[in-house]
């Protein structure tokens, strides 16, 4: 979907290096999320984010953090980067606005590999 | 926290014919349940998805069933074609998916010609 992008496409760094990955949306998205997908694992929650002011935990949040700088943009950052976060992320948005039931929209990812 | 078990890994079925995949649940609150299909190197793409106060749900070729009491819903995909060919994931949730999805490990489905 062209409407959630995703910088950088494809990144490699060594370890201990801090790396940011960042998300942008134009689909007036109030919801954002950042998973990671590893082969045979599926996709797994890091952090997900209702607004810029409301930042929530997932799944497997340690060794990541976020930024939510705006409605339309929310960062990943591995503040120093191991070879076991070597994977494919995805951001996501999803509406909000009262709906109860939201389709998330997923960018196009970043394949992260840690030397 | 909800936990998604995906059977089986990996499916090959002659075009033409059906393919089914199963996932079973941990979370009774959990409301909502799509499916989504990843392409090789593509993003992954939601193709249908059940709410927990529905049964069954069907578009097309793709159906998909819930059965609550046993926490388990299926994926069913008839008259299969080669651009059938990806990995399904299934996902559960609580709250309609505010708080983010719980994914299956995927299903590696290949059509033979």
């Known amino acids: 979907d062209a409407d959630v992008t995703q910088t950088p496409r494809n990144r490699i760094t060594k370890t201990g290096k801090r790396i940011m990955l960042e998300c942008s949306q134009t689909?007036?998205?109030?919801?954002m999320y950042w998973y990671r997908q590893d082969p045979g694992l599926g996709l797994r929650l890091i952090y997900y984010?209702?607004?810029?002011?409301?930042?929530n935990k997932g799944e497997i949040s340690d060794g990541y953090s976020v930024s939510r700088q705006a409605q339309a943009k929310f960062s990943l950052s591995l503040e120093s980067a191991i070879p076991n976060q070597t994977a494919l992320y995805f951001c996501?948005?999803?509406?909000?606005?009262?709906?109860?039931?939201?389709?998330?929209?997923f960018g196009p990812g970043t394949r992260l590999t840690v030397l | 926290g909800e936990n998604v078990e995906q059977h089986p890994s990996t499916l090959s079925v002659q075009e033409g014919d059906s393919a089914v995949i199963k996932c079973t649940y941990s979370?009774?609150?959990?409301?909502?349940f799509p499916w989504y299909k990843q392409e090789l190197g593509k993003r992954p793409q939601l193709i249908i998805d059940?709410?927990?106060?529905?049964g069954e749900k069907k578009d097309q070729r793709i159906a998909v069933t819930l059965n609550k009491t046993a926490k388990h819903f299926s994926l069913h995909i008839t008259e299969t074609q080669p651009e059938d060919s990806a990995v399904y994931f299934c996902?559960?949730?609580?709250?309609?998916?505010?708080?983010?999805?719980?994914f299956g490990k995927g299903t590696h489905l290949i059509i033979q010609p």
């Open positions: 996501a948005t999803t509406g909000g606005g009262g709906a109860r039931y939201n389709e998330q929209f």
């Open positions: 689909k007036g998205h109030d919801r």
């Open positions: 984010s209702f607004d810029v002011k409301d930042i």
């Open positions: 979370d009774s609150a959990s409301n909502y």
């Open positions: 059940i709410r927990s106060n529905v």
């Open positions: 996902a559960a949730t609580a709250g309609g998916g505010a708080d983010g999805l719980t």
